[in-house]
Structure formats: C-alpha cells, structure tokens
C-alpha cells in the first residue's frame, strides 16, 4: 500500500477534531492560545460542508504541508548552523554592531553581553563604548565578531536602529533634536507665545484641559523664501525678528553670526538657500535654549550633541578640549625628553665608537708598517734562494737542504752551481743540464710548461 493510500485510510476513521489534531500534530512547536484557536476556525471553516465535498481536499492539503514541512526539517538539520540559535556551547562567533557617531564607538550592551535582561519593549536601551568595553570587559567578549555600523541621517533625521527584540531606535539626542525641530518648524511654538499688555483667556474644552490644538492654530508666519544669490547675517537677523522670536528669545539676534557661518560651511549648493534660512532659524532658536535651561544643555552635552547645535559654545566641551589637549601636551613633552635621552646616548656611543675606531687604526698602521718589514724581508730572503745561494743562515739543522736536478737527477749543491727554474713549475735543474735539455725540447721535463730559450 502506498503512503498516500495509509494517510486515506487513517484519515477516513477520523472525526473532524481528529483530523485538526493531525495538522497540529506537523507545527514544529507549540501553539499559543490565539494561534490554536486560528488554526481551529480555518480547519472547521474548511469542513463545515458534508464530509465527502472537503474530504479529498482535506487530505490532499495535510500531504502536501507535511510533504513541505519534513522538506523544510531535513534542510534545516542538514544545514543546523544556518538555522539553529546559536547555543551556549557554539563555537560559532557572534555579531555585535559598533555604532559610530562622528569619533565616537558604542554598542548596544544587550547585543554585545547577549542578555536579554532590558525588556523587550523597554523604552531606552543602554550602550557602552568601544573603549570601556575593551578595558573593562575584556575577558568577556571572547568570540565576537565585530561589525561597524555608522549611524546615518537623512534630511536631519536620523535613520532608525532595529534592536534584537525587533523594536526600532534612535540615538536620544536624535529624538531630542527632532523633538525641538518640531516645536520650531512644527508647533512653532516660540513664535506663538505672544505679549499683550494684560493678561488673556484661552478657550478650554470638556476635558478641562487647555486646548492645545486651538493654541496651535494661532496663527503664526513661514520663513520667507529668499532671494536666487542666497541670504546674509543682516537677513538671519531680519528674519527672526519677523518670525517674532525676538520676544521669547531677546538676545536670540546675538547668535546669527555664529549659527550663518556654520550654515554657509555646510550648504549643500553654490548659494544659501530657503532650507539653508530654515536651518539658521532654528539653530538660533536652539542656542537660546539651551542658554535657557541648564538641564537640557547637560543632556545635550551628555549625549555628544554639542557640535551638533551650530554656533553652540559649550563651556564644558571647551574644558575637556583643553584637558585633553594638556594631556597630550604631556605625552609629547615626556615622548620628546625620552628621545632626547636617548638621542644623548647615541651620541655617546657614536663617540665611544669612534675612539674605538681611532685606536684600531693606528694599531692597523703599526701592524702595517711591521707587514711591510716583512713582506720585505720575505723578498729579500726568497731573492737568495732564486739566486741560489742556499745560507739558510736561521735554520743549522744537521740535515743540509737537498735539491735535485730534474734533468739529471743529481743533486745541487748549494752556492755551487748555477741553476735554472722553470718559471710555472719553479723546479729546478743545472743550468748547463737546462741548455741541454732545451737543446731538443722546448718543454719543461716536469710540467710540460714552454721554457724561455736561452
Ligand atoms: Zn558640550
Ligand atoms: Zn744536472
Ligand atoms: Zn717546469
Ligand atoms: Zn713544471
């Protein structure tokens, strides 16, 4: 009997609660609530109609998901690095991205301590830096692998970050920032807090709450566009005071200089443009601010947003500057004496090695003069041996040197007789034996070398 004709005939004993128990029987896991009772409404959906309209149907779609899902098991068994969580004991590396933010290098400390101790849904998610993960913890981040993962921003706003748990961030002072952006460009809301010379009502709703939206609705006035060849300070200036900023912001005028020339540095075109005005509008309005409250400036300052509010004097940023700039002023300091002292030392050797060398050299002198006694005296002696005259005035061994001739073979006497040498071989024969000799040959007897003639 074939598979197909097993499943048909357990199928046809089953009750209807039988054949959904079937289905969940294939799921690899176990159903929740809500999900049980999904797959129990779609399966007696399907089977309300008389047994023999759904029956086949019912059957054919039970073989196929168990056909798809024992394909899917074996490609995942096969395959269990791809598809399995990676377990206590895996060897396998984790990933952990490092944010970056201008200098700065953080992480998520959830993904980097792989805990999923801050809750799935809680609202701030803490992070550590690169630094003090690596000076802290560095015996627990064994078999990580690290990715960089640059935070970007599009048109101000920063580009959301997915956590493990699936929900999407942001950087704090990103949120900040966009936050205020929308109090500015949004609400406008410093534009519409207006003076009068006696107090007003406001309209309230039901609720007894302030209507804010009625607040909101008040009206108030849009940057103007500018002109094609761009915008100056004077015009920052104009326009906040037409904006009617003036009022909550007396001094906001002060920061025009400042916010325009970072607006200029950093405008996209050839010229200043609205956006450009819009830009400069609110970067005066968030100096002021920040002038206002002191807290808001220490969580900006706290979350590294300084440089992001233009023209922004931080007092505190300025005092780590010079700090750091001290520090390092100190390290060159100790670097430069550190070289200097063993600069002196080079020098001290360099001297020691050229008296060294200044000694070597007139012993080398001495040595060659006492060479050159030899060399010369060498000549001298092996002069008297060509000549020979056999004095061997420092040897008065017993046994007297004896020469043959290599011609007659009888031997030379010394200071006797007068001798030839062959100038390759330097043997030696009579000189009469010689003339002989080269009488009938031109070759020496011994070496076979051409002789002078005579
Ligand atoms: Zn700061
Ligand atoms: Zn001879
Ligand atoms: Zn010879
Ligand atoms: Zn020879």
């Not at 999407?168 to 010379?197: E, M, N, S, W």
């Not at 002021?288 to 900006?300: A, T």
């Not at 040595?367 to 041996?385: G, M, R, Y």
Request: glycine share 4%; net charge negative.
């Amino acid at each position: 009997m074939s598979e197909y004709e097993l499943r048909l005939k357990e199928f046809s004993k089953l009750s209807k609660e039988g054949i959904i128990e079937k289905f969940r029987a294939l799921i690899p896991f176990t159903l929740d609530a809500s999900q049980n009772d999904f797959l129990d409404a779609v399966l007696m959906q399907s089977m309300k109609a008389p047994r023999s309209d759904w029956f086949s149907d019912i059957l054919l779609c039970y073989s196929v998901s168990n056909a798809m899902i024992s394909l899917m098991d074996k490609i995942t068994d096969e395959n269990p690095d791809l598809f399995l969580p990676r377990g206590e004991d895996s060897n396998e590396p984790i990933t952990v991205r490092v944010f970056e933010d201008g200098d700065q290098q953080f992480l998520m400390k959830s993904e980097v301590f792989n805990t999923k101790s801050e809750s799935e849904e809680s609202f701030t998610l803490s992070a550590i830096t690169m630094e003090k993960l690596l000076t802290n913890h560095e015996s627990e981040i064994h078999n990580i692998e690290f990715i960089r993962y640059p935070i970007t921003r599009a048109n101000h706003r920063a580009s959301p970050i997915q956590a493990p748990s699936g929900s999407f961030y942001v950087l704090a002072i990103d949120f900040f920032f966009d936050f205020l952006r929308g109090f500015i460009h949004g609400q406008r809301i410093f534009q519409k807090i207006t003076p009068t010379d006696t107090p007003y009502f406001l309209k309230i709703n039901l609720t007894l709450a302030a209507d804010i939206d009625r607040i909101m609705s008040f009206p108030s006035k849009d940057v103007r566009d500018i002109q094609e060849d761009g915008f100056t300070i004077e015009d920052v200036k104009n326009e906040l005071a037409n904006l009617g900023l003036k009022w909550r912001f007396p001094e906001i005028q002060n920061y025009a200089e400042a916010v325009y020339s970072e607006v200029d540095k950093r405008k996209k075109g050839s010229v200043l443009r609205t956006c450009d005005l819009f830009d400069a509008v609110e970067h005066c309005q968030l100096n002021c601010i920040l002038k206002i409250d002191d807290s808001l400036k220490k969580f900006v300052h706290s979350q590294k947003g300084c440089h992001r509010v233009y023209g922004f004097k931080c007092e505190d940023c300025a005092a780590e500057k010079s700090k750091k700039r001290e520090e390092k002023l100190s390290i060159l300091e100790k670097e430069l004496n550190e070289l200097k002292m063993s600069h002196q030392k080079t020098l001290e050797e360099v001297q020691e090695l050229q008296q060294k060398n200044l000694r070597l050299s007139v012993r080398n002198e001495t040595n060659e003069v006492k060479l050159k006694q030899l060399t010369e005296k060498l000549a001298q002696s092996k002069l008297s041996i060509d000549e020979g005259r056999y004095s061997t005035p420092c040897t008065s061994s017993a046994s007297p040197l004896k020469i043959q001739c290599l011609i007659c073979e009888k031997s030379i006497e010394s200071g006797e007789d007068q001798i030839i040498r062959c100038p390759l071989c330097k043997r030696r024969s009579h000189s009469k034996c010689a003339i002989n000799w080269l009488k009938e040959h031109q070759q020496c007897p011994a070496c076979n070398g051409e002789l002078p003639k005579y």
